[in-house]
């Protein structure tokens, strides 16, 4: 098996891009990067594109290795990466329409985040064009006896954002599921280029809210890749501790969510109050509930509050008091593990195939998680575990959740008491280098990774940046847990992958 | 179970006590909102809440308005699962062109009389997502807005508060009719 630098040494090496090689590779290395990926030999990180290249992010899990390569696309095709490798379908499909570069021998060829609305089609292309007269969507088929279709959505019965979802089914039983996603696309992609840093980051942390902190902290640190800049010691581990204390608050409204989508209202109630409890500690710490806008390229926009860690001791004591009766309650209730258990499927073959980050790979027997997996600073340092499953079913990524949050407990009382003190924010050294400076980074987010990439151009204004949301790689895979369950439990395995939406369609 | 049941049944509950109305946003129903027609709603307003687009920080924040702290429903503020139940459409997001089509085929489907109540910055103007090809940018640029709660995202409390202060209104509207 050849190893990922080998195929980057094939290429012309970009030396402005950070930490991790990217090269510029003909259309021969290309497909042999594809046909990697189809053999299961490295993981589909990213793949996007600009006005006349597409780019690749690639990872060989086995060692831990991280590579880009480039294809520049003169006559706007590029060698289709789905046709091999099915979690790329949507992400070209996605190519296609934002930049009008065609994937060559794409087995899908319908439009994904266009749905014929935004008055001009490749609107972040080299040629943007007027939109076709007549646009239509065709969904996929199903063919068989007493077979009936349930579209639901985009507007759904809930609090929740928007999709499309189209079941056939066979009396209660899902025969196929097709998502249709794009409804809160909302061009950030497009925003970001040419923002002046400060904007790009208000940008990347709105591109997801519940993710706020990770998001904000792959784009700082993708920045800071592409300056060389260190940050702070300090600005590092609060970083951590504002990434954990997320991690838990989703963690516990997921948790909720799901045993309410099972009808078992209590533990929403309870879970609810903790993540309450979490969010309020971390209004008081940080300044803002969902701690928006606090981590910037160069550290932090402002310190922990004098009392904030001594709130966030309370916190975790708080939580290591009350949460484990709740647990107790989720092990020891029959009802609510019937309706978890076995439900909702996801293969560890599958998980792995489409590299399906966060609790829905890991629930599925896929181990990485970019805290272990690449050691990023403070987490090097830290003492925790990742918990893995191998039964891929919503009980196995509810269980996942509970460990997740027994771990970043131990890790906020790790990062309190190890606390450095100093400063929280260097500046940036933005004298122009005479080039173009490109950076990459990948944050374990609650859901899963988050990838950032940005280029920074000699006005130190973003050129172009490029934010995967796990979503993109986890999505696709409900489709195929939720085939052969019944409609009802829809909702209950959808909660179970939590996936964005707003992440997901940029 | 039963253990965590009784704990709750003896311990204080950690609903708080209600924020006061907020005035800024009482001073701009006045002004806003139509006076016929709303005796029949009394104390109690059914929401249907959209999603036009948010980047779902703003989401977070009224399901936390569900939770025990807020507990919305003392105020017999509900959320409805159908459009045609609802008194009042609550939207988050800058309307992405996507969203336009099904947040105005919603606002159509609930019945008359209604209110729009605009939760967020990107729901006023677009926000910082204002300007992309993609977004209309503002909720009155495609339904009639009676309400805007600003923030990014706004607080429970302060979502609360402008609920609240809509309640208010349409109870005075309704002892004054
Ligand atoms: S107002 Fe802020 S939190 Fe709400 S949707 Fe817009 S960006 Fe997100």
């Known amino acids: 098996m050849p190893a990922l630098i080998d195929v980057i040494l094939e290429g012309r090496r970009v030396d402005a891009h950070r930490p991790w090689p990217r090269a510029v590779v003909d259309a021969e290395v290309w497909r042999f990067a594809v046909d990697q990926l189809a053999e299961g030999h490295w993981s589909l990180l990213a793949l996007w594109g600009e006005t006349a290249a597409v780019h ?43 930049f009008g570069l065609e994937p060559e021998g ?36 199903a063919e068989g006896e007493s077979l009936h279709q349930i579209p639901v959505g985009p507007v759904h019965a809930g609090t929740i954002e928007p999709g499309h979802f189209r079941f056939t089914a066979t009396g209660e039983t899902v025969v196929r599921l097709e998502e249709r996603l794009g409804y809160t696309h909302k061009g950030i992609e497009g925003l970001m280029t040419g923002a002046s840093l400060d904007r790009a980051t208000k940008l990347a942390g709105r591109t997801s809210g519940d993710s706020t902190v990770a998001y904000a902290l792959a784009f700082a640190r993708a920045v800071e890749a592409a300056f060389g800049v260190e940050v702070p010691q300090r600005a590092i581990w609060l970083r951590a501790l504002m990434a954990e204390v997320e991690r838990l608050a989703n963690h516990f409204g997921d948790i909720g969510g799901i045993c309410n989508d099972a009808a078992f209202a209590l533990m929403h109630a309870h879970c609810g109050i903790l993540r309450e409890l ?92 970019a805290r272990r997996a690449l050691g990023y600073a403070p987490y090097g340092e830290l003492t925790f575990e990742v918990p893995v499953r191998e039964e891929g079913d919503v009980d196995a990524r509810v269980w996942i959740r509970i460990h997740e949050i027994e771990q970043s407990l131990s890790m906020v009382e790790q990062i309190l008491d190890r606390l450095p003190g100093g400063a929280v924010y260097t500046a940036l050294n933005t004298k122009g280098l005479g080039t173009a400076r490109e950076g990459m980074a990948l944050v374990e987010g609650f859901r899963g990774d988050i990838l950032a990439w940005v280029r920074i151009g000699e006005d130190n204004k973003v050129a172009r940046c490029h934010l995967r949301d796990p979503s993109w790689l986890q999505w696709p895979l409900i489709e195929a847990a939720i085939e052969d369950n019944i409609v009802a439990d829809f909702p209950l395995c959808n909660k179970s992958f939590n996936c964005s939406y707003s992440g997901h369609d940029l | 179970m039963r253990k965590i049941l009784l704990e709750c049944l003896i311990q204080p509950p950690v609903t708080e006590p209600a924020p006061p109305a907020d005035e800024s946003a009482l001073a701009e129903l006045a002004g806003q909102v139509d006076t016929a027609a709303r005796g029949r709603l009394g104390r109690s307003l059914a929401i249907r809440h959209v999603d036009a687009g948010s980047c779902n920080g703003c989401e977070l924040e009224i399901h936390a308005l569900n939770n025990s702290f807020y507990d919305i429903e003392r105020f017999g503020i509900r959320f409805v699962a159908s459009p045609r139940h609802a008194d009042v459409l609550l939207v988050t997001g800058p309307v992405t062109k996507n969203m336009r089509e099904a947040l105005a085929r919603t606002y159509d489907a609930i019945p008359n009389p209604k209110w729009v109540v605009a939760v967020g910055g990107c729901a006023l103007d677009g926000g910082c997502f204002a300007g992309s090809y993609a977004v209309v940018g503002g909720v009155s640029e495609v339904v009639p807005v009676d309400l805007h709660i600003p923030g990014c995202p706004p607080s429970p409390t302060d979502i609360l508060k402008g609920l609240l202060a809509l309640l208010q209104h349409l109870t005075t509207k309704m002892g004054a009719s």
């Not at chain 1, 647990?327 to 499927?345: A, E, H, K, M």
């Open chain 1, 56 to 98: 690749m992010a690639l990872l060989d899990e086995g060692v831990g290795d991280i590579g880009v390569v480039s294809l520049e696309c003169p006559d706007n095709k590029f060698p289709s990466v789905g046709q091999r490798h099915p979690p790329a379908i949507r992400l070209e499909r996605a190519i296609r329409d934002l």
């Open chain 1, 106 to 141: 794409a087995t899908d060829t319908r439009p994904w985040l266009d749905h014929g609305h935004w008055g001009l089609r490749y609107p972040l292309g080299s040629k943007p064009t007027v939109p076709a007269e007549n646009f239509s969507y065709d969904f996929l088929t």
């Open chain 1, 278 to 369: 979490v969010l309020r500690t971390a209004d008081s710490a940080f300044g803002h509930r969902l701690m928006m806008d606090r981590v910037i390229p160069g550290g932090l926009a402002t310190d922990i509050a004098m009392d904030g860690a001594d709130q966030l001791r309370v916190l975790v004591e708080k939580i290591r008091h009350r949460f484990p009766a709740l647990v107790t309650l989720y092990d020891n209730t029959t009802s609510l593990q019937d309706r978890t258990v076995g439900t909702g499927i996801v293969t560890p073959a599958l998980a792995r195939k489409f590299a399906a980050g966060g609790y829905v790979g890991r629930a599925s027997g896929r181990l990485f998680d």
